[in-house]
């Protein structure tokens, strides 16, 4: 009924209008409220715990009928991932408005760090990306991306998904392409032992991600922090990889110091 009944809204009659796709799965939903609070609102970016803490009271919500009791199932049960992703727990504006504001720092990545800011360009998601989708048929990499891609998904649906650790190294800056990114290096593994100082069934699942990571995907691991205009995100990948291969020529560059992040693998859908 409500469907049928809806009505635009006037202009005036809310603040702000978050618009959510009804075919959204409940973890989507989940976390385009969360980017909402945090830009609308102002309030501080909640860590990966606290969103799957969130994730699981609504997931095991019951609906009550004169019937009957209907539990509705988790999101992650009909989750259909487009790409794996590990999602660092970093506020990714707050830690560049601070590393971009120095002397030494490029007058070109200060200029389009200002761009991404005016134009809204700046991720609202910051994740490094794992497997892609796109990658698992037609190309000479698919069985090694099909394989990648299960040991991602093995992660995502454990009930508590293990932490991995990594460094943000350096801020990069190619303004022929309009692309800007932050390195991600020395992926590694943070979870806690057991008492007995074993690794649980997580930690090994974790430890053989890790140390099966392809590394055609280690020398692509970043952030994508925004791109100018038409850019595509991928260039961001294509970026960081001439740079770890030392092909530098027009980028520029400023490196962090001893900045870590911890986050999970997570599906997402964007």
């Not at 259909?80 to 830690?95: G, H, K």
């Not at 460094?167 to 303004?175: A, E, N, Q, T």
């Not at 961001?236 to 693998?265: C, H, P, S, T």
Request: net charge negative; hydrophobic share 35%; glycine share 8%.
């Amino acid at each position: 009924m409500f469907l049928n009944t809806f009505e635009e809204l006037a202009d005036g009659e809310v603040d702000e209008v978050v618009d959510i796709p009804l075919d959204s799965d409940l973890e989507a939903a989940v976390r385009q409220a969360v980017i909402a609070c945090v830009d609308i609102i102002g309030v501080p970016q909640p860590t990966e715990d606290k969103i799957q803490e969130a994730l699981d009271v609504v997931g095991a919500y019951t609906v009550s009928s004169k019937s009957k009791h209907v539990k509705e199932n988790k999101g992650k049960a009909k989750f259909q991932a487009r790409y794996y992703a590990l999602l660092p727990e970093v506020d990714i504006s707050s830690l560049l408005e601070h590393h971009l504001s120095g002397d030494t720092v490029p007058e070109a990545i200060k200029q389009f760090w200002t761009y991404l800011k005016s134009e809204n360009r700046v991720v609202k998601i910051p994740h490094v990306t794992i497997v892609h989708r796109n990658s698992l048929s037609g190309n000479s990499t698919e069985t090694e991306s099909q394989e990648l891609w299960g040991r991602c998904e093995g992660l995502y649906a454990m009930p508590s998904s293990p932490f991995f650790r990594g460094k943000l190294g350096s801020v990069l800056y190619d303004p022929e392409v309009g692309v800007m990114a932050l390195t991600f290096e020395d992926l590694g593994l943070d979870v806690v032992q057991k008492d007995n100082n074993e690794v649980g069934g997580e930690g090994q699942a974790a430890q053989t991600f890790v140390s099966t990571l392809p590394q055609s995907v280690r020398e692509k691991l970043h952030i994508t922090i925004g791109t100018k205009g038409e850019t595509k995100p991928v260039e961001a990948g294509e970026m960081v990889k001439r740079w770890r291969a030392y092909e530098r020529n027009n980028i520029k560059e400023v490196k962090l110091q001893d900045v870590f992040a911890r986050g999970r693998v997570q599906g997402m859908q964007g």
